[in-house]
């Protein structure tokens, strides 16, 4: 499930268009990891920030591909 939903911000990234929107989509990816690390009990493993990141930029790397084979068949 996080990777799925880690997939989703990636791509809603991706749909920003801007820099600052892909690195705010990291950044809270990270935050939200971190928050829950000092909330816990027991930690997380780090395997799933990992899992999560990968998620993240296997969105936005699959959005940009897309977006680029869709551009090349308008022209």
């Known amino acids: 499930m996080i990777f ?7 791509i809603a990234a991706g749909l920003q268009r801007t820099t600052l929107g892909a690195l705010l ?3 809270l990816v990270s935050v939200a990891f971190m928050v829950a690390v000092a909330m816990s009990v027991v930690p997380p ?4 920030l990992f899992i999560a990141l990968g998620g993240y930029n296997l969105g936005f790397i699959g959005y940009l591909i897309t977006a680029d084979m869709v ?3 308008r022209a």
Do not use: N, S, Y
């Open 45 to 48: 493993p780090l395997t799933t």
């Open 25 to 27: 989509g990291v950044a």
């Open 4 to 10: 799925a939903t880690a997939t989703i911000i990636g």
């Open 71 to 73: 551009e090349h068949r």
